[in-house]
């Protein structure tokens, strides 16, 4: 008989209790476990398949990642490497993708770095390296370490296992391997994050005239929607790197997402005093205006675009937005009139565009509201990309 078919959003409910009840279990039952892991792990794996026949195998072996992780935390004493292993074995022995071994590894060597056992814990590290940022930097960290055991009172110059550290965030900052592979390590307060901050910290000491340490912590405070952080490191970075469109860019944004427009205001006045003939900060100027519902300053901005040669398209496209976002429904529609007129060629891009000012000038208060919206992201997007700006 063919099984029911189940929502997503049903099974990945399903699937949070189950987590909840294992790691209820896990820790209400640890001493017992130690004793008779295969047993354990072969619990696991026949409950997912008793209890989710048709999940998918990422999700399944995540979940097994997840069960050796919280195994691993609810261990009273510190665990030994012998034990380490042995949930290592076992855990990768009831994944369906045996060879995907790297979260789990981290894992072991994390506790590996908690009991001082830096040498075995760069065996682990070592065999993933650039598979995620992180582990090029807690590989960086354990050279650190021993550096640090070994020398109490460091010296004027760095020794060895320094040099190899200082070597290895560089390798970082070339490779700029990719972020958040690493499952529920992912989590924002593990322990793999601290070690990661603590070297990119130094990697900002020992290298101050490399950008790509700040663009990669940057990168991950996007990622986690840590906007204080990075707007730390984007003070930093556009005080050290003043010329590079990237930070200032980032930093532009990040003023927007905090509702900062005086601070938004002064990176488009930054941009425009480095970058006079280009249309980035033109663009930033008069979107500035738009969200601040300032017709005035968007005018300004306008009449410099004209001579700066900006596209008429998008002059017209910005137009109607500055009205739609003003609430100027009739105002909204006349210009959108004009952008049409300026398009010879059939155009399914205002085509779907017209739909959604329709919904802004006829729909109720809600719908209007979210037709603003739509309306407004859709044709930020558009410029973004035909004025080739990267975000």
């Keep these: 008989m063919e099984r029911a078919w189940q929502p997503e959003a049903l ?6 209790q189950l987590r909840a009840t294992m790691d209820d279990y896990i820790a209400k039952n640890i001493e017992k476990i130690e004793g008779n892991l295969p047993v354990f792990f072969g619990h696991v794996a026949a409950t997912l398949d008793r209890s989710f026949p048709d999940l998918d195998d990422r999700t399944y072996d995540d979940f097994i990642d997840e069960t050796g992780f919280a195994l691993l935390n609810a261990k009273r004493d510190p665990p030994t490497p012998e034990f380490l292993e042995k949930v290592l074995r076992h855990a990768v022995g009831n994944k369906r993708e045996q060879k995907g071994r790297a979260t789990l590894e981290v894992m072991v060597a994390l506790n590996l770095i908690d009991i001082g056992s830096y040498y075995q814990a760069l065996e682990y590290l070592s065999r993933h390296r650039n598979h995620d940022v992180r582990i090029n930097a807690a590989i960086a960290y354990c050279y650190y370490a021993l550096s640090l055991a070994k020398n109490q009172s460091p010296g004027p110059r760095p020794d060895d296992m320094e040099l190899q550290a200082r070597e290895e965030m560089l390798t970082l900052a070339l ?7 690493l499952g529920p390590l992912d989590r924002k307060e593990s322990q ?9 910290d130094l990697g900002f000491t020992w290298f101050p005239s490399e950008p790509a340490f700040y663009r990669i912590g940057i990168a991950w405070t996007k990622h986690v929607g840590d906007a204080e952080r990075r707007q730390q490191l984007l003070d930093r970075a556009t005080e050290h790197f003043a010329n590079d469109r990237y930070f200032l860019t980032e930093a532009f944004n990040t003023s927007v997402d905090l509702r900062n427009g005086s601070g938004a205001a002064s990176i488009v006045k930054q941009m425009m005093q480095q970058f006079p003939d280009d249309h980035e900060p033109l663009y930033y100027g008069m979107k500035l205006a738009i969200l601040g519902g300032k017709p005035g300053s968007y005018a300004r901005f306008r009449k410099l675009a004209i001579l700066k040669e900006f596209p008429r398209r998008l002059l017209l496209l910005l137009d109607t937005v500055l009205e739609v976002m003003c609430n100027h429904r009739t105002e909204s529609l006349l210009c959108f009139e004009e952008v ?20 802004f000038v006829e729909g109720d208060e809600e719908r209007a ?8 992201s859709s044709v930020d997007q558009y410029c973004m990309q035909t004025l080739e700006i990267r975000i």
């Design 340 to 359: 049409k007129k300026a398009s010879m060629a059939r155009d399914y891009y205002l085509t779907a565009l017209e739909y959604i000012l329709r919904d």
């Design 192 to 200: 793999l994050n601290s070690v990661f901050w603590y070297m990119l």
């Design 11 to 16: 099974q990945n409910r399903r699937l949070e």
């Design 369 to 376: 509201k979210r037709a603003r919206s739509t309306f407004f």
């Design 175 to 181: 490779v700029r391997p990719p972020l958040s592979r």
